[in-house]
């Protein structure tokens, strides 16, 4: 049976980026690998929209989230974590485990924080440093205000640094056009490889606070990863067959144009989402994402059956809830390599296993409003071109 990741993270990778890992190994300490490396990093960056060095790091995305926080902080300094999911309170568990103090702005699963509220949280911390933001929030499928946020954060001086982890290839960050101090971002989720490398971009104004860092680092120093750089070298031994591998996916995201990379997400999202709708079916995000559709489980519905059947029965992998929101919720990945005939395939299998587990949906009705909003965006793509 021919099966398909639809979960946000990891997700499809495309042939060319498999073929890259196939290669016999090079060397890193070789020009060969040098010049790709620094073609990689050149590629991240204009993806980015920033001139500032991107670092490679062999970890997943939590290990640059960490990466992130012991080179911008030092023990006893304060910080404010912004949370709403299980990704906005790694951020705090990283923070704490480290000595840092941390103020959180919290809402209820599902919602995304005001800048209101964020600005409150800056006013009664005026000690806090840095502000740990998610973009998007890949257990709820919410998407939070980053950039406003980050605007108020740098009106009192504050640092904003962005777990951007799904929201990377989905979204246009502008970094150096933003008040955005840090992002970091992950391989396994837009940029379509396998799991293991992680990403952070400092802005000068980053670099400025890691002069002054004190936590304790080693694997994690970035100066030296950014020093490394220069050179097209890496402190330690790169992950070297996925560092050709997101060379690869670069070239790919490249090749589409930017501009088409984030409109294609906007589009398989709407029709996901309209889907959804026509299903009869609650979108649990306040705010939703273009990298995932959080989706509410209908009452009298077993999701762990509807998930089973999805995958063993249609080859379609989905992802359902975690922690408090087992059971509670479905997640469609739609971040990375997915085309128009791929969301018909999601959506497909996701109505076929909801009717073949009771639920009371319109067979059909889900793929007729995802073709639909599909011709509606072709529609006008064409009328702003004609
Ligand atoms: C996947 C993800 C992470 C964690 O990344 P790992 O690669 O599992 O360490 C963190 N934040 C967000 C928003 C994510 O989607």
Redesign the pocket.
Known sequence: MKRVLFT??PTEVPSEVLEAMARPLIHHRTDEYRQYFLETTRLMQEHLGTTQPALTLA???????EAAAVNLLSAGEEAIVVEG????D?WRAICQAYGVTVHTVSVEWGRVATVEEVESALAAHPKAKVIFL??????TGALFPIHDMARAAKKRGVATVV?????YGVYDLHFDRSDLDGVVW????GMMIP?GL?FVCFSPRGWELVKESKLPKFYWNLAKARTALEAGDTPFTPAISLVLAARAAMLLLAAEGREKVFLRHQRNADATRQAVRALGLALFAEVPSN?LTAVTVPQGVDSGAVLKTMERRYGVKIAGGQDRLKGKIFRLGHIGYYDEGDISRLVQAFESALLDHGASITPGAGLRAAQESFRKSQASAAARVG
């Open positions: 946000p993270g970890c997943s995305g939590s290990g640059a989230m999911g299980k990704f906005g790694r998610t973009h998007s929030e890949t257990s777990d951007a982890i799904t929201s992950g391989s396994q989720k799991p992680g990298t």
